[in-house]
């Protein structure tokens, strides 16, 4: 089946560092992969997405790039604000299953 | 603005109790989910729907049953509920191409005592 491995937190950045949240996936077929963001107290919600390999997904400053040969999907962004303090969660979806299958999530605090 | 509503934010239960947890969408999405969130596991999907009266068992099914007899309404049941069910619920919803966004609602934060 379906799989996500994300990289494990939680991160601590001070404002303005590099951010990157490792995320690979395991899928048969040719699946759609995202990154979603719970601030505090909310649900999930879409940061970004791609649907095919080399694709490049970017929202708010944050990128990421399907990366078929590696199956990987990082998340990256030159520079955080403390604003981006949140939970990001790597899925995928097709492949061999018609839900979203999620990884782990990655808490993410910025410091001022 | 697309909604997705739960019926409750906090939740407290006894072990034992008949529990229910309300999801509605007001965007006519086929497709509507129930998962449950827990520390250094992420969201583990427990059951889903693509269709009225249609139900598909998920991940974690157990202990848990679902109703959908309305489109924009989806119901989640604890039948039984164990201290161990003390967790974070979603409900999500999406139309039918699984390219495109899924819609979360706030969640509901069950304890069992």
């Known amino acids: 089946g379906n799989s996500v491995t994300q990289m494990e937190g939680p991160v601590t950045l001070s404002e303005e560092a590099f951010l990157t949240i490792n995320c690979t996936y395991t899928?048969?077929?040719?699946?759609?992969l995202f990154w979603y963001v719970q601030y505090p107290g909310e649900g999930l919600q879409l940061l970004l997405k791609?649907?095919?390999?080399?694709d490049k997904g970017s929202n708010k400053g944050f990128e990421a790039t399907y990366r078929k040969e590696t199956t990987s999907f990082h998340l990256e962004k030159g520079s955080v604000q403390v604003s981006d303090s949140a939970v990001y969660f790597c899925?995928?979806?097709?492949?061999?299953?018609?839900?979203?299958?999620f990884g782990s999530g990655t808490q993410l605090t910025v410091l001022p | 603005d697309v909604k997705v509503t739960q019926s409750s934010r906090y939740l407290v239960k006894r072990t034992g109790e008949k529990v229910f947890l309300e999801c509605v969408q007001d965007?006519?999405?086929?497709?509507m989910f129930w998962y449950r969130q827990d520390p250094g596991l992420g969201l583990r999907l427990i059951y889903f729907?693509?269709?009225?009266?249609?139900?598909e068992k998920g991940d974690i099914p157990e202990g848990y049953s679902v109703s959908r007899e309305k489109k924009e309404r989806f119901s989640l049941i604890l039948e039984s509920a164990s201290t161990n069910q003390t967790s974070m619920y979603l409900c999500?919803?999406?139309?039918?191409?699984?390219?495109?966004?899924?819609?979360f609602g706030q969640g509901t934060r069950l304890t069992v005592v």
């Open positions: 899928a048969t077929g040719y699946p759609s």
């Open positions: 729907s693509y269709d009225v009266k249609m139900k």
């Open positions: 899925a995928l979806s097709g492949g061999s299953a018609r839900q979203l299958t």
């Open positions: 791609a649907t095919k390999a080399d």
């Open positions: 965007m006519d999405h086929e497709n």
């Open positions: 999500a919803t999406y139309r039918g191409d699984m390219n495109t966004e899924a819609f």
